[in-house]
């Protein structure tokens, strides 16, 4: 599948998943698209865990208690870090932000669904501390998002996008 191709079908997928593991083959070539991703300063901010034991997925279930992630067969964890760039400019954000985007990409063209969860994960709930203490996760790290992979148990529907002019402009805004 072209790069372009894949871009336009990547959708946030939130329903059920087939009970078919991917293979760790397939969940290694997702983090490497991730950590393939631009880094600010070459800080590399991000790290990434991925997680298929089925016992260690009904741990963290327990604490993620979202029923679009139940039945995904593995999940992948995102981790920052605050290390400075420059002049103490921070970059992680942007940094785990590109691997994410990467590895939906990457899972969309290896034909499995996923969706971006990180505002559950860093909300006052702090469940991303809680999934982290499961994991093992040092304290200098934080888990800021994670992704459910799978194969889609319903098909993905496309949420209409605003046209393009209302979005985007050539020399100025509007033009």
């Known amino acids: 599948m072209s790069v372009l ?3 336009n079908e990547r959708t946030s997928y939130r329903g059920g998943y087939e009970n078919t593991p ?3 083959e397939d969940l290694i070539k997702i983090m490497e698209a991730g950590l393939a991703a631009p880094s ?3 800080t590399q901010t991000t ?6 034991d089925p016992e260690v997925l009904d741990k963290l279930r327990k604490v993620i208690e979202s029923e679009f992630v139940i039945s995904a067969p593995a999940v992948i964890c995102v981790l920052t870090q ?3 760039g420059y002049a103490d400019v921070y970059f992680n954000v ?3 932000s590109a691997a994410i985007q990467n590895m939906l990409l990457a899972i969309v063209e290896l034909g499995y669904e996923s969706c971006w969860v990180e505002g559950q994960v860093t909300d006052v709930h702090k469940i991303g501390k809680q999934m982290a203490n499961i994991l093992g996760v040092p ?3 934080e888990l800021v998002c994670f992704l459910p992979v799978g194969v889609a148990y ?3 529907r496309h949420p209409k996008k605003k046209p393009f002019n209302e979005r985007a402009w050539f020399n100025g805004f509007g033009l």
Do not use: R
């Open 5 to 7: 191709k894949v871009i």
């Open 139 to 141: 304290d200098n790290y």
């Open 82 to 84: 605050a290390i400075p």
């Open 47 to 52: 790290s990434l865990i991925a997680v298929d």
């Open 40 to 42: 600010g300063c070459n």
């Open 154 to 156: 319903s098909p993905t």
């Open 22 to 24: 991917v293979p760790k």
């Open 94 to 96: 942007q940094d785990y």
